[in-house]
Each structure stands twice: as structure tokens, then as C-alpha cells.
């Protein structure tokens, strides 16, 4: 059986930095250890699986390995069995990274992680479109070196790849190039470290940002800033960071999709004679006409006054659900009127002003003598 992919198995993005990976570890570590579930084989084995997934993940050479080569790079030992080698001269090497497109150097330095912003909007912003300010925690490009990394500006030759910003892992006969995990694929590394970055040219800050929010996103949409994510580190580009939109409840509509849904409460004598009411729309007031003899729960549909779609264009509807309510602190001539129209409902004519509760007799009956047959 294939074995599962180390992210998937600790639950983070490829772009997770090594903090991420630990904390994911360790929420997996404290729901599956052996000594937490110590009858529940089926925990140990995730806890040991988990474990593996780590201790590569957590070490940046295996991770680069991993990220190249996924658990081809552990098989057969690769990953162990020459271990970096500087000299990237020899021929057998580069025509095997070639003919395989293996070559992990030639794809250049890393970048800087994507991050994702959780951004919380009213219905009507998502609706109709907003921008929005945005503080961003993040790694921002140094500005005491300019995000070099360098106090001087200068750089010397990398000693892990000798300067030419690939090594090579050896397997028996055969070679494979990758970035070198510590030079980042520059092939230069700095004298004189900034002493504010320390010289990784980024540090830690937060930044505004200015998000426009089109018109009818919604829950799980994403926008995508590029160049805005956290700053790689010195002399590569930086990520991208993507908003995901989360629309809070509304107080009156419901949003499934691009319609939009709402109840309206009724009396029951506009229920029974007929009424015109105006309802609101997110574009003002609406008037929907209530036929005679309505009952609870009947939907009135308004054309075009739902959402109009991001994506297509179209303008969904407003759904209105009548509910009829019972009225409540009656006065006394309130009650003497209702107790003289309920008295015109007896007899064997009742059934007739009662649709629904007729069949729903009927059905009680055929009910009843189902089970006492």
C-alpha cells in the first residue's frame, strides 16, 4: 500500500513554516499518544505514522528532499546513503537530472510563503461590494538592508554547494540535483549579517493593506494579492496572500447561493382575507400580494432582488416564507369576537374551512386502523 503524503498525514500546506509543522504535530501527538491511548491501536499507528511525517518535515535538508522527490528520496537511500555533495561537476549527474527533469537546482532560489487572511463581511458588503483595510501580520522585507540580509552588501561563495547553488545526492551510480537548502539557490551567502534581520533579510511586522471586495462573494471565496504574502528570504520574491471572505449572519435574509430567503409574519385574519405587505429587499421596499385563505408557510417569490453572481452575472431572488402567528394579550372584546367566530365553525360544515386538518384526520383514522387490525 502507498504510504500517505507527509502533509496530508499532519494536516498543513506545503508553504507551512517549521512552527506550523510542530504545532501540527504536536496537536496530532496529543490526541494519539501511546500513553493517552494506550488501548486503541488504531491511535498508536496514527501516532507512529505522524511521528515519521515529522521527523522529516521538521529537519530542512529531509524536507527538501521530500519536497523534490516525496518518499522516492528515502527509498533505497537516497537520503542517506551519500548525503550533499558540493561538486556538482560530475557529468553522469547533470545528464540524469536532465533526462529525468529532476534537475531541482535549475528551478531557482524559494520564494516566500503564500499566507491567508480570514476577512469577516455583513450580507451587504458581500452583496454589493466593498474595500477594506486590512492589518496583515507578517515577514516584511527589511528595511535596514533593503532585504539582502547584508550589513555591508557583501555576499560570499556558499560552502554547502561551493557557490553554484545546487547539490547533489548520491544513489549508487546515479545523482540528483537539487536547490541547496542553504543558500536558497543564490549560491552566495552574506559576510555580514544585518544585525536587525539578523541576516535573513525580512523581520516580523504587520502591514495595512487595501482589499477590494467584489460584488456577491461569498463564504469560502478567495482573492488572491500577489506579492503580498510573507517576504522570501533574502534576494527571492515573496508569496502571495489570499483573503477568504466569511459573511456573518444576517438579522432578516438567509443567502443560499444567489437567492436570498426571509420570513414574514402575518395575522391570521390577513391570512384568511387577503392583504398587500411590503417587505424589504437589500434594495428597499418590495410589495407582495397575499391572496385569500394563504396558509403558513406558502412562498412568494421576487424576481431579481436576490444576489447578482460573481461569477456569471445573473441576479438570483428574494424568497419571502409567510408564517401566520397567533395573537397573543388579547383584550376582552379581542376574546368575545374570536370565542363567537370559532362557535361558527361547529357542526358538520367545519371540515370544510379546515383543509389541512381534514386530511391530516383522515390520516389518523387510516393510522389507527392499521394498527389495530
Known amino acids: 500500500m502507498s504510504k500517505r503524503d507527509y502533509y496530508d498525514i499532519l494536516g498543513a500546506e506545503r508553504s507551512a513554516s517549521e512552527d506550523d509543522i510542530k504545532k501540527a504535530f504536536r496537536r496530532l501527538a496529543m490526541k494519539c499518544h501511546p500513553d493517552r491511548c494506550p488501548d486503541d491501536p488504531a491511535a498508536q499507528e496514527r501516532?507512529?505514522?505522524?511521528?515519521?511525517?515529522?521527523?522529516?518535515?521538521?529537519?530542512?535538508?529531509k524536507r527538501a528532499l521530500y519536497d523534490q522527490h516525496g518518499h522516492a528520496a528515502f527509498e533505497g537511500g537516497m537520503g542517506n546513503g551519500g548525503g550533499f555533495r558540493g561538486d556538482v561537476g560530475d557529468i553522469f549527474g547533470d545528464i540524469f537530472s536532465d533526462i529525468f527533469g529532476m534537475g531541482g537546482g535549475r528551478g531557482g532560489p524559494r520564494r516566500g510563503s503564500d499566507l491567508r487572511y480570514m476577512l469577516e463581511l455583513d450580507l451587504e458588503e458581500a452583496v454589493f461590494g466593498i474595500e477594506k483595510s486590512i492589518d496583515v501580520p507578517t515577514l516584511v522585507e527589511c528595511a535596514t538592508c533593503t532585504g539582502s540580509g547584508s550589513a555591508d552588501g557583501k555576499t560570499v561563495s556558499c560552502g554547502t554547494c561551493r557557490g553554484h547553488g545546487r547539490v547533489r545526492m548520491q544513489n549508487g551510480i546515479f545523482s540528483v540535483?537539487?536547490?541547496?537548502?542553504?543558500?536558497?539557490?543564490?549560491?552566495?551567502t552574506v559576510a555580514n549579517p544585518c544585525r536587525d534581520c539578523r541576516g535573513?533579510?525580512?523581520?516580523?511586522?504587520?502591514?495595512?493593506?487595501?482589499?477590494?471586495?467584489?460584488?456577491?462573494?461569498?463564504?469560502?471565496?478567495?482573492?488572491?494579492?500577489?506579492?503580498?504574502?510573507?517576504?522570501?528570504?533574502?534576494?527571492?520574491?515573496?508569496?502571495?496572500?489570499?483573503?477568504?471572505v466569511r459573511v456573518r449572519e444576517h438579522a432578516v435574509f438567509q443567502r443560499d447561493g444567489d437567492d436570498l430567503h426571509c420570513e414574514v409574519p402575518i395575522?391570521?385574519?390577513?391570512?384568511?382575507?387577503?392583504?398587500?405587505?411590503?417587505?424589504?429587499?437589500?434594495?428597499?421596499?418590495?410589495a407582495i400580494a397575499i391572496p385569500a385563505e394563504t396558509q403558513s408557510g406558502k412562498l412568494f417569490r421576487l424576481r431579481g432582488k436576490g444576489v447578482k453572481s460573481v461569477r456569471s452575472g445573473r441576479t438570483g431572488d428574494l424568497i419571502c416564507r409567510v408564517v401566520v402567528e397567533t395573537?397573543?394579550?388579547?383584550?376582552?372584546?379581542?376574546?368575545?369576537?374570536?370565542?363567537?367566530?370559532?362557535?361558527?365553525?361547529?357542526g358538520e360544515d367545519a371540515a370544510a374551512h379546515s383543509p389541512r386538518n381534514s386530511s391530516w384526520l383522515d390520516n389518523v383514522k387510516q393510522f389507527w386502523d392499521r394498527v389495530t387490525s
Open 47 to 61: 501516532f507512529k505514522e505522524a511521528k515519521e511525517a515529522y521527523d522529516v518535515l521538521s529537519d530542512a535538508r
Open 177 to 188: 540535483q537539487q536547490t541547496c537548502p542553504h543558500c536558497g539557490g543564490s549560491g552566495k
Open 200 to 244: 535573513e533579510g525580512r523581520v516580523h511586522d504587520e502591514r495595512t493593506l487595501s482589499v477590494r471586495i467584489p460584488a456577491g462573494v461569498d463564504n469560502g471565496d478567495r482573492i488572491r494579492l500577489t506579492g503580498q504574502g510573507e517576504a522570501g528570504p533574502a534576494g527571492t520574491v515573496p508569496g502571495d496572500l489570499y483573503v477568504e
Open 267 to 286: 395575522r391570521f385574519a390577513q391570512a384568511a382575507l387577503g392583504a398587500e405587505l411590503k417587505v424589504p429587499t437589500l434594495g428597499g421596499e418590495a
Open 327 to 346: 395573537p397573543v394579550r388579547l383584550t376582552r372584546d379581542q376574546r368575545e369576537l374570536l370565542e363567537r367566530f370559532e362557535a361558527t365553525f361547529q
